[in-house]
């Protein structure tokens, strides 16, 4: 850190300090916001969400398809067989980009002879992709995407249309699961570079407040809830 | 940007007088406010939400610098860099040391108020390098040279034929010379001609809805994606945010969130939420391998511990804006800055000068939809009355307003005086054309009277005339 870097630093800090009419903070006061951080608080917890797992799941996908996405529920050994037809009833090319995840590893691909699959992250020229989900929160229908070596996040943006296999054990109630399962996965002191939460499929009410879908992001989202 | 806040009364003017304006503000009104209330009615929780959050911001604001350290301490663990920014021309300077840096010639921008308020991209063209605007709305006023007339909505003001004809001066030269008539093809035509820009661009500049303390993760609300593909395609991501924008916990955010999303457009959710913590992983795939985060005061930290600190918890939804009969009727340019509508009103003069933006707390019917509809409770008009005292009592309030004032007081201490004199201004009034229940014209109010009646009380003599007929209690000289 340069000297200016510092001073501006201790600028701001010390403004902060002074109009607030106290030093940094000590004692008991930063006892208290230290514990704050170290053991979230959660808020008003929403109601609507809090149901048995089945039931989670289904509110889940009546609000994935209230936010334009297009859901169906399958059995694991149907993934491949639904993701050829979607692209089929679609008139979409049987060509997709891959997250190379375990998880969609263990489908059988192979049954789908025409399906042409390339795992790796997403090229502009990519038309459909195809990942997991890290969660899915019935609250709203949004699914969670954690960034790694398993799941590139260009997939989530750049093809015109995303595929996502969510498993059922995934989906929780709100955002609060969806951190706790962070902090188990990652360690609490870790994240990965990006988690996307998404609610449907890109969006813009720029041009005279009218809702267009496929702005910038995918402008299809079609989620494969899967049993298990 | 330069401000034009200090011809308030002039921009009004033109406003009111705009056809294309006027047609887009009808639609704002219905569309906006009725989407927020159905949100709102879904969700049982929000008003105790709402009281959350302001709790929330109020935490947060009172151990900010101990919470900016925490959030600079996460950052640099992961192998990401904090600036820190006293003014809008360091915060200037960082950014365009960083993207020399890079060697970059385009940045590929995602929508960011702060990054308006610091005129960034002026800066950024000054020292050759292309500033992009990603944003649909955003890339259309910049199109247009136009600076952005609602903070979620840049480009609100304008008709679809309007951004056809833009499209067309700008795009031909790019191979697209049809003049487009529907929203999804002008949609697209944006998308295919910005998508070559993502991949181009060395830099990606983002703001932020919310800094996590506790992970050093900066957090984006949007509904289009740019923002994400600004923060993953590019080498390196810079985040420019203001050191209100921190807040403790993830948990913190879920609470934010819910509320955000309702306030700002009414949906449950925005399509893409998005938290960005440090550089990407040596084992990841994608994402930029710098990560900067660089943190702006620009007179904020001078603000907490006065009596106008409750506005530094405004999350930046738009709702007071969506709701204000003043905004409905003049738009955003009119307020002349970045922030327009109420907060613009209370932050404005906070940041530019009370000199330079004092009409602007006067821009208001005092009607008290904008804090009723604040999803962190801020008592904008409170403030904004606020500020019009800290005016008066600096004697920036115009002559006109002064004289008559003291004329009044004048008057009032003397009240024999003033019943003889409000008789006569009464009877007189009469001749304006009362017949109809409002004046069209009336004498030292023509700023009214120049875009509305001014409505007549019932005929039956002054007030004090009535009070006296009906039995009242007599005043005594
Ligand atoms: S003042 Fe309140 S309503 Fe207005 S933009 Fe800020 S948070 Fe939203």
Same mark, same amino acid.
């Given at each position: 850190m340069s000297d200016t870097t510092n001073s501006a630093r201790a600028q701001i800090l010390n403004g902060i300090r002074r109009s607030l009419r106290r030093g940094e903070l000590g004692g008991q006061q930063r006892q208290a916001v230290e514990q704050r951080l170290a053991t979230p608080e959660r808020g008003?917890?929403?109601?609507?969400?809090?149901?048995p797992q089945a039931e989670k799941v289904a509110l889940f996908c009546q609000w994935a398809e209230v936010n334009n996405a297009t859901v169906a529920r399958v059995e694991p050994r149907d993934v491949p067989a639904e993701v050829a037809s979607y692209l089929a009833r679609n008139n979409l090319p049987a060509e997709a980009a891959v997250a190379p995840s375990p998880l969609l590893g263990?489908?059988?691909?192979?049954?789908?002879?025409l399906l042409v699959l390339r795992r790796g992250r997403a090229e502009g020229s990519d038309q459909v992709s195809i990942t997991g989900a890290f969660a899915g929160i019935a609250e709203t229908g949004t699914l969670v995407m954690a960034s790694g070596p398993d799941h590139p996040v260009s997939l989530n943006l750049l093809p015109d249309t995303h595929i996502v296999v969510l498993r059922?054990?995934?989906?929780?109630?709100?955002y609060e699961e969806v951190w706790a399962k962070l902090r188990d996965r990652y360690g609490k002191n870790n994240m990965p570079r990006t988690v996307n939460t998404i609610t449907g499929p890109s969006r813009t009410?720029?041009?005279?407040?009218a809702m267009e879908l496929g702005a910038h992001g995918p402008r299809r989202l079609h989620i494969l809830v899967v049993r298990d | 940007m330069q401000s034009t806040a200090h011809d308030f009364k002039e921009n009004v003017g033109t406003a009111l007088a705009d056809p294309n304006l006027q047609d887009s503000l009808a639609k704002l009104k219905v569309g906006f406010s009725e989407r927020r209330r159905q949100a709102a009615e879904r969700l049982p929780e929000f008003e105790a939400l709402r009281d959350r959050a302001r709790d929330i911001k109020n935490h947060a604001l009172a151990n900010l610098d101990f919470y900016l350290e925490e959030f600079e301490r996460k950052v640099t663990a992961l192998g990401g860099h904090v600036h820190w920014a006293p003014t809008a021309a360091d915060a200037r300077q960082i950014i365009g040391d960083l993207c020399k840096s890079a060697g970059a010639r385009t940045v590929a921008k995602s929508k960011s108020m702060v990054a308006e308020e610091i005129a960034l991209n002026e800066h950024l063209e000054g020292l050759g390098i292309a500033p992009i605007e990603t944003d649909l709305g955003e890339y259309i006023i910049q199109l247009r040279h136009e600076p952005p *007339? #609602?903070?979620? +909505? $840049? +480009?609100? #003001?304008?008709t679809k034929d309007q951004v056809a004809d833009t499209f067309l001066e700008h795009h031909a030269p790019l191979g697209f010379t049809k003049r487009l008539t529907e929203r999804n093809d002008l949609v697209a035509e944006a998308r295919y001609v910005l998508r070559q820009k993502f991949l181009e661009a060395d830099v990606g500049l983002t703001g932020a809805n919310f800094l996590v303390a506790e992970t050093g993760s900066s957090m984006l609300v949007t509904n289009e994606g740019n923002a994400d593909l600004s923060n993953t395609l590019p080498r390196m991501h810079i985040v420019l945010a203001s050191i209100e924008k921190v807040i403790p916990t993830l948990e913190d955010a879920a609470v934010l969130l819910r509320v955000l999303a309702r306030s700002a457009t009414?949906?449950?959710?925005?399509a893409y939420t998005t938290l960005n913590t440090g550089p990407?992983?040596? *084992?990841? =795939?994608?994402? $930029?391998?710098q990560y900067h985060v660089v943190l702006l005061d620009n007179g904020r930290s *001078?603000?907490?511990?006065?009596?106008?600190?409750?506005? =530094?918890?405004?999350?930046?939804?738009g709702a007071c804006m969506n709701h204000c009969p003043v905004y409905g009727a003049?738009?955003? #340019?009119?307020?002349?800055?970045v922030y327009p509508g109420p907060i613009g009103a209370v932050l404005t003069p906070q940041l530019i000068g009370v000199d330079e933006?004092?009409?602007? $707390?006067? +821009? *208001?019917?005092?009607?008290?939809r904008c804090e009723s509809v604040c999803p962190v409770r801020i008592p904008l008009p409170g403030l904004m009355r606020h500020w019009r005292e800290r005016e008066f009592e600096r004697h920036l309030t115009p002559r006109a307003v002064r004289q008559g004032l003291a004329l009044w007081s004048f008057l009032a201490r003397r009240p024999k005086l003033y019943r003889r004199v409000t008789q006569v201004a009464n009877r007189m009034l +009469? =001749?304006?054309?009362r017949a109809d229940g409002r004046y069209r014209k009336l004498p030292l109010a023509g700023g009214w009277t120049q875009f509305r009646d001014f409505p007549a009380p019932p005929a039956g003599g002054t007030f004090h005339a009535q009070w006296a007929r009906h039995g009242g209690a007599r005043v005594r000289p």
């Open positions: 008003p917890i929403v109601a609507r969400a809090q149901l263990g489908y059988d691909w192979e049954s789908q002879k059922e054990s995934d989906v929780v109630s709100g009410g720029d041009i005279e407040q | *007339s #609602h903070i979620i +909505a $840049p +480009a609100v #003001h304008l009414g949906q449950e959710s925005s990407r992983r040596d *084992s990841d =795939l994608d994402g $930029p391998s *001078s603000v907490l511990g006065t009596e106008m600190q409750d506005m =530094l918890r405004c999350i930046r939804c003049i738009g955003g #340019h009119a307020y002349g800055w933006a004092g009409d602007l $707390p006067n +821009a *208001s019917t005092f009607c008290g +009469a =001749l304006f054309g």
